[in-house]
């Protein structure tokens, strides 16, 4: 296990924030030199760590903690009427994890996604080098579902298999089958397949109230929450899902 006090950090300069606009944002980024691997990053995980690439991160900014790491416990997760219905919809899909997702075909379904439905973020408009760095494969343990139906590639899974749970690190998908609820499948996906690991929570990443993009990783309950390197269990909360 690593002694994580010997870590160095390094912080940004405050910036505008990607979520909240009236906001001014500053990430701490583990040393790029440090050698990491796997069991650090559960570790780091652990405290609210995130990866990008080959970076691990954690927002902290002076004057706003919106960002809120969350997670999913699997074996107390209850699956929503909606939820059920999501995934007798997408029971003709098969999953198979691949090696490698910087094909042609991988990234036309990624830059059809970025272009059609995130044309106001970050990522857009969608480009190959992007796309290789966001969704590396780091230290073993990064996994690619894809899934199919029959020979057509519905959507694609980027995971990291830590040694505590399951990391969603980016999903993208047809953007032009909104029937399937494709967002919502891969998440409750991710569920079972933890469980099969017999890995106890899946990581969702940063939940922020007052983003309407974000407001979707509440609807998985109970979910956990990290206050103060605390995680707490909120079972009851508001959600669309039902």
């Not at 970076?55 to 706003?64: A, N």
């Not at 997702?101 to 995130?118: A, C, G």
């Not at 992007?130 to 694609?156: C, K, P």
């Not at 990291?160 to 047809?174: E, H, P, Q, R």
Request: glycine share 4%; aromatic share 14%.
């Amino acid at each position: 296990m690593t002694d994580l006090s010997t870590i160095k950090f390094f912080a940004t300069k405050p910036h505008a924030c990607s979520y909240l606009p009236e906001e001014q944002a500053t990430t701490v980024f583990v040393d790029p030199h440090f050698k990491m691997d796997g069991e650090t990053y559960s570790q780091l995980s652990e405290f609210g760590f995130r990866r990008s690439g080959e970076h691990v991160y954690r927002p902290r900014c002076e004057l706003c903690q919106a960002c809120v790491p969350i997670r999913i416990p699997v074996e107390s997760f209850v699956l929503s009427r909606s939820q059920k219905r999501c995934l007798k919809r997408n029971a003709d899909l098969t999953m198979t994890i691949v090696e490698n997702i910087d094909t042609d075909e991988h990234y036309d379904l990624y830059q059809r996604y970025i272009n059609t439905r995130h044309q106001d973020g970050d990522m857009y408009p969608a480009k190959r080098d992007q796309y290789r760095d966001f969704l590396t494969s780091e230290w073993g343990i990064t996994r690619y579902l894809e899934f199919r139906q029959n020979e057509a590639l519905v959507a694609v899974s980027v995971t990291d298999t830590l040694s505590n749970g399951v990391s969603a690190i980016y999903a993208f998908f047809d953007p032009e089958q909104t029937k399937r609820s494709l967002g919502v499948f891969n998440i409750v996906y991710l569920t079972q397949w933890a469980k099969e690991l017999g890995l106890p929570y899946v990581y969702l990443g940063y939940w922020i109230r007052n983003c309407q993009k974000m407001s979707y990783k509440v609807d998985y309950k109970p979910f956990q929450v990290l206050v103060n390197n605390h995680w707490i269990t909120i079972a009851d909360f508001p959600s669309d899902s039902e």
